[in-house]
């Protein structure tokens, strides 16, 4: 798929850029940092400065979209371990995306080995050096993951990072994660910048335990994580706090669901709006008051 989509550099805080979409609504990266949200949600958060110390690792990047995520793992990994060689597969629904992304300003925030990678991706869907070999494949995520599958695919970490929820939420349900899951292997981890508590519910009824992406001190009481992270039975992650664990009580933690992996946002939507209406469990609102959430 290729859209005729204009996209226009948008500077973020860290002095890196992002696009705006006008389709979901939304910018691909955060406002307050485009390159570090990469770093410290999905890198950092997935240990891959531990992983490093392997010789060979496995990477999915779900939502390719810029090519961030992939940079800043390649980047944290080399630095070191330059010898690691890494395979990696990348998902995204617009391949009009990362090659837009590949001219400056975008690009130039990267170092010129991971600049050559990023435009050969964009360019070819696919990479081939003497310690990466990379596949990117176009289309919709819940179609393509099934070529993963095909290949038995199993990786050391997940990058998980679509639209939000309520904008994208056919990529948020329990059937795909557990499409996902399935190619994440019994010691990796998948990182994400959302900390919805149907996100979060989602995943464990994927069969994966949940972390939260803790924040640094101070902040304020609705700045509770920066995401989650997910793994297999077995994994250590940063514990969730009682404020997160009462979340997944509430009606807010009803998960996105699409039995057929290809119902259109809007009927998910209902869907969902329809089950919490129906739910029993504590209002979100009454948890937020409880809190002195704002």
């Not at 009927?267 to 809190?291: G, K, V």
Request: aromatic share 8%; with cysteine; glycine share 4%.
């Amino acid at each position: 798929m290729s859209s005729n989509a204009v996209w226009t550099p948008q500077p973020t805080q860290d002095g890196s850029f992002t696009f705006f979409s006008d389709e979901f609504g939304e910018t691909f990266h955060s406002t307050q940092g485009a390159k570090a949200e990469a770093f410290d949600k999905f890198a950092q958060a997935t240990d891959l400065a531990q992983l490093a110390t392997r010789n060979q690792l496995c990477l999915l990047d779900v939502c390719y979209g810029l090519g961030y995520n992939t940079a800043a793992a390649l980047e944290t990994i080399w630095a070191i371990h330059p010898h690691c060689t890494i395979d990696l597969y990348a998902l995204e629904l617009d391949a009009s995306v990362p090659q837009a992304a590949i001219e400056p300003p975008l690009i130039t925030v990267w170092s010129s080995e991971v600049q050559s990678i990023l435009k050969q991706i964009a360019l070819t869907h696919h990479c081939a050096t003497s310690r990466l070999r990379a596949t990117l494949l176009i289309g919709d995520a819940r179609q393509t993951v099934q070529q993963l599958h095909s290949r038995s695919v199993q990786v050391d970490a997940i990058f998980f990072d679509p639209f939000s929820p309520r904008r994208c939420p056919q990529l948020w349900t329990v059937e795909f994660f557990t499409q996902i899951a399935q190619c994440l292997s019994p010691t990796g981890k998948l990182a994400t910048y959302s900390r919805s508590a149907s996100v979060r519910a989602a995943m464990q009824e994927a069969g994966l335990q949940i972390g939260s992406i803790p924040l640094g001190e101070p902040h304020e009481p609705h700045e509770w994580s920066q995401g989650t992270i997910a793994a297999f039975a077995g994994q250590t992650l940063p514990p969730l706090s009682p404020m997160e664990q009462e979340h997944l009580q509430t009606r807010a933690a009803i998960p996105y669901r699409d039995p057929s992996l290809s119902d259109f946002a809007d009927t998910i939507l209902e869907r969902h709006q329809q089950e919490q209406q129906c739910s029993q469990r504590e209002s979100t609102s009454s948890w937020r008051r409880r809190w002195g959430i704002k």
